[in-house]
């Protein structure tokens, strides 16, 4: 094993849980929903992406879109259910974070029920080049990883930074109160959130599937992996959440070399427990006044 | 601007919150290119009427019509489910104390407030006026709201309210916790505007502030609107010495 | 009404008087007070009485009342009262709530009585793995509900002290006996590690770094070959249940071994929650703990040692549980088991020991008995969590509670958009006003007030400056008998600044001694001029009011 080449994989694999974390993060801080279906949302876009290639085309870019369009999809199908009906009512983010369980439960047992517990592979969606760099081989599936989760991710916050429904989104993210005041409606608001983090979530899986299999419970540790990115990073924090995502990575990359793969898991958890020891509210720490959680 | 149109026609209004009635069957005008003044005491129902028009209360029934346009609902259905359509019909509403984004900047506060399209389209423009208006806020564009004092909070709250493409402003006392300087300044500042043909209600506790500045004074007692009666038999309306 | 006005003056035979006079319009007070006086709104029976049944006796009486040991409680809650119309001693159970349970308890204990025989076998597993999940979920009820600490790795813990044993008892032969103590030894450690990050994180943090904990257990035993990677879990462990026995005694002996861990488990909650510990939590719950820690409470403290107390329970159910099953599957550390163990919780009712128990029996219902249906079951029980969120507020016992809220908040709304009374004082000046008279005379007063100011009109004025003094049309003499009976505070009044020539209308102050005050600086010109407009000035302020 030679060091370059785990860094490599280490890289992809925290760009990949990177836009899953930025997508948590989104969710949390801009609608408040702890969104604990992306397990489902993760395997539900996979298994789009997987019957577009099946049936439509096995062309790269198609099955990446087919993949983020289902993710989108499962994103309005998950605020439609868990955030549109008690956004408003009491205890909501204790009641969203128990929702958004359930249909994690619901989801992932429908594609059991319907696709069967057989793993299924997606065709390779960036070709199968390689580049030698000196010693190191980057293959394409790499490199597409990393190009592309980067370029969808600063093509999201650069959306967000400048256009209107960005500042709609962060306007709510700040006060929800002051928003509808503006003019701004909270629950179109929740919908844009929710199909474009459920997007990211889309673009994580078909990335994912170019190392993993699509299984119908695979959403199961991609989600968690996210989820104590953004933890790590401080929920609600993107920029906290780029920088867990690359620490983590790092750790898992130095892990693997020194220890072996199967305490992985366990320094990583010990390294999250340490920053939220230190800084309860992850690297980022969220802005002070931004909401209280 | 020729004659005189109305902007929001209030009917028979009456709103609160749970078994509280706090609005009581209020007929209330305004027209176009008015200012008027809303006056009343600590919980006589000044905020609830403005929110009651924004579709912020927990109850309320009876006609709001803005524009022509009917926003009054009867059923209760959640306070601030339809807020957003109705800022979309032209109302901007000012409410009292900091409603503000603590972690934007000046700048992309007031953006905000350019929510309809068009504004949105011009709100390089429309920010240039209101930076004429409050001109301390040129320096501060860059800096996130939250850090502002209280003051300048209060500029860029009714900046962001002034910023919207509406014909009807509610100012919820403007001048409510500044220092007695500053609250004339943010007077002078809503005085300044040039409504067109929009309309502006301000809400205040202190009569002397609007005293021959606004076109009209209303004074609001327990719910309910007095003194609109008088203009009928032609008294001069001379205040006590 | 009536437009011609009767001079009295007619019959006294004065110069000049004419027998009728044409008088301007005017509409009758009858009419105004009719309108105030009747009312469409339907006046609904305010509040609400809820029924009790009176049993006969004095419940109140001190000498022979049942406490049960060693706390100075009593079974039931019981209030005892005179009835004041038939003066009889009576009861009234204030909280039945334990009678449910003995008869709730009472009806599990018997009911391998009557299960039938084709079933038995079935029932029987399915209500022995209800007794532990009850007690785990008991457990979990206590660090949620009671410690409030979101901590999802309730399963994990178990899962811990299962493994551990199960590895002890096959490696080192440890008796059955022996397992759920170590397991509260294990509870103990991995409770005492994972309360570390409860003490700084609030809420949804920690409830999202357990669940990762629990990833983490569940994709470490599963790597390593010491806990039997290959098998799919650890077997082989001693067990309490003899294997001599025939099968049916078996089951009957693991239903009611799993039955009294349950009642242990209650009496731990009953223990912790209802005593002061609980007490001091509730005085804490989420987001108001600034308040608590101001009145002195401790509330860290009190959580940390709620959840390590609960860990170990969970550690002696672990330790149970490999007693029980022989061993532990990786399954315990599965995400479904964890999300079915919140869906037991979520049905039944976050923060009540009642909705643990129903909750896990719905759910244990649901999961055993349609097991030939494969994963649909799961998404059944799925639905109904997801429904349950979405609707129900507090779980299952949180329905009439919620139900009642409800109604009373409708009724409420209702009740004040119908109201056609009130306006005239705010609701807490009519709170803090001693005379309630005053209230009722407030209305009287708006009343009387919208009525005059009908009565005004150009005419009426032209009377009054035609003979400010002397006899007056109807419409104008209401008007003047209302203003002179107005009180002296800023009364108005005509001072004389110099007589015939000169008058001006001052305000009274009201106070003796103080004087009134200058109104305005016109000088009337004759004491009739001055009149007129002393009631130009009332008229006005009347409108204006």
Redesign the interface.
Known sequence: MDFGFILINALVLACIYGTLAIGISITWSSVGLINLSYGFIFAASGYGAWLCAQYISTFGAVVLMAGILTGALMGLLVCALAFIPIHDKPSFTVRGMIATLAINLIGTQTLMWYFGPRAKSLPEIFGSWKIHLGHIVLTADKIGNIVASIVVVTLVLQWMRSSRRGLEIRAMMMNPHAAAIVGIGVRSTGFYVMAITGGLAGLAAVLLSQTYYISPFGGLTPMIKGVSIALCGGLGSVRGAAIAAVLLGLNEAITSVALGGQYVLITQFAFIILILLVRPRGIAGILDKAREA | MTGKREILNVKGLSAGYGPMRVIHDLDFIVYSGERVGLVGLNGHGKSTLFYAIAGLTGWQRGSVCLNGVEVGRTRSQGPGRYTHLIVRQGLALIPQGDEIFHGLSVEDHLDSGAFTPRAWRERAERKKRILEIFPPLVKLMHVAVGRLSGGERRMVSIGRGLMAEASLFLVDEPSLGLAPKIGKGVMDALMSVDLGGSAMVIAEQNVALLEGRVHRIISMHVGKLKGEASAKFGFETTREL | MTNSWRNPLYLWDVKDAVEELPTIDYVSPQEVWDRTRSSDAVMLPVGRLRYYYKWSGHGAALWNRLRYWPTRRRVLNIRGEYNPKTLRSEKTIVDKRPIWWLLGLLALALAPLFVPADLQNTLLTAGATFGIYAAINLCWMLIIGTAGI?SLATYAVVGVSAFGTAYLSIQYGIPWYGLPFIGAMIGLLSGLIIA??AT??????Y???T???N??CR??AQ??RLFGSSTGGLYGADSYIPQSWDQHSQSLLAYYACFVLMIMALCLYRLINGRRIGRILRMAPEKREAFAEATGVDYRRARIFVFVISSIGLGFIGGFYTAHFRGVAFSIFS??TV?LG??ML?IGG?GRAEGAVVGTAIVILLDKILISM???R??L???I??GV??FL?EGLFGVKAQFRAWRD?KK??R???R?VK????????VTETKNKDLSYWRRYDKMQRDYL?TL?S?EL?EEHQRSPLGQHSEPLERLLLYFRRAPMADKYAIAVVEPFKAYRIV?LSGHRGVAPR????RIYGSQNEAYHGVF?RR??DL???
């Open positions: 979101y570390i990050p700084r994180l609030d809420g949804f943090y409830a999202l770094l669940l990762g904990l990833e983490l994709v470490y790597q390593s995400f479904d999300l919140l869906a979520v976050l494969g994963p649909v799961l998404l029980i799925g639905v969590m997801l969120v979405l507020r908040k409420s709304e009740r004040s958009t109201a009130g306006g005239e004082m705010l609701p807490e000046e100011r005004i150009s004025i305000a200058v109104v305005e600086d130009l008229v006005q409108l204006e009011s």
